[in-house]
């Protein structure tokens, strides 16, 4: 019924919630990005969500990724209409941020050379590969684009 996908067997496996992990949007690298220091990648693209920016503020000034992440979905709070159009662009600038500010960050992604980079979240078909590995995997697609962007600089 479904091919087992070869590639992913020998690519760069991360979970986007392990703080660990350097390539995670929850890894406590900060940058600055528009006048504002973001303690995590999730940070700035949970506060992007919404045009409200009383609420941007209080994700930017959340204690961990956890909470800006929780705060960046609640059910009561209305997203931006445009956010699926734009959400691929807001995580590209957070990533790429924080690789060209965190000189650990930037070597840990350069260091993956030429592996495929597997988001491998089990419920999110979009960020990441899904439960049926078929997912757009789009974070481990900004991923290696930045990882090809360093390398031409």
């Known amino acids: 019924m479904f ?15 392990d703080a660990g992990h350097p390539l995670s949007t929850f890894s406590p690298h900060d940058f ?11 940070h700035y693209f949970q506060a992007h969500k919404f045009r409200d920016r009383a609420y941007g503020e209080k994700i930017r000034l959340a204690i961990d990724a956890r909470l800006a992440h929780k705060l960046g979905n609640t059910w009561w709070k209305r997203k931006r209409a445009d956010w699926k159009s734009i959400r691929r662009t807001i995580m590209t600038r957070a990533m790429y941020s924080k690789c060209i ?7 840990a992604l350069l260091d993956t050379g030429d592996l495929l980079l597997v988001e491998t979240s089990a419920y999110d078909h979009y960020w990441g590969i899904g439960r049926d590995q078929r997912g757009e995997n789009m974070l481990g697609q900004v991923l290696m684009a930045i990882r090809e962007k360093l390398r031409e600089r």
């Open 32 to 42: 600055q990005l528009e006048e504002a220091v973001w303690a995590t990648a999730e």
């Open 3 to 17: 091919e087992h996908d070869l590639r992913l067997e020998n690519a760069c496996h991360f979970s986007r919630f």
């Open 101 to 107: 500010q965190n000189s650990a960050v930037k070597q």
